[in-house]
């Protein structure tokens, strides 16, 4: 079974930028979407960014599009999220998620804190 690890949280200002990271153990196939979602404190898990992992289409929440960038590099079969021009809302433990359509997902990592810093 395909296990999910991310990493690349971190405490950083508001305006900055981070990369995060989502590595996947375990053949991935075309088919296969990788999500990312995010939970904030007291608030329930939402939607971020996707990405097929064949066809490499993509698709973001309203509220980071134009900041965060979904990417893939297949020959480490590892999927990331650029995120730039960050606010305090960012602030939350961001998910990795693996599925066959977007925001659906079968497993998921353990997760990565972001702290947006006002």
């Known amino acids: 079974q395909v296990q999910l690890v991310e990493s690349g949280g971190r405490l950083v200002q508001a305006g900055g930028s981070l990369r995060l990271s989502c590595v996947a153990s375990g053949r991935l196939l075309s088919s296969h979407v990788l999500n990312w979602f995010r939970q904030a404190a007291g608030k329930e898990r939402e939607f971020v960014a996707s990405?097929?992992?064949?066809?490499?289409?993509?698709a973001y929440q309203d509220s980071v599009k134009g900041r965060f960038t979904v990417s893939r590099l297949k020959s480490e079969n590892t999927v990331y999220l650029q995120m730039d021009s960050l606010k305090s809302d960012d602030t939350a433990v961001y998910y990795c998620?693996?599925?066959?359509?977007?925001?659906?997902?079968?497993?998921w990592g353990q997760g990565t804190q972001v702290t947006v810093s006002s």
């Open positions: 998620g693996l599925g066959r359509n977007i925001g659906e997902n079968d497993r």
């Open positions: 990405i097929r992992w064949g066809a490499g289409t993509t």
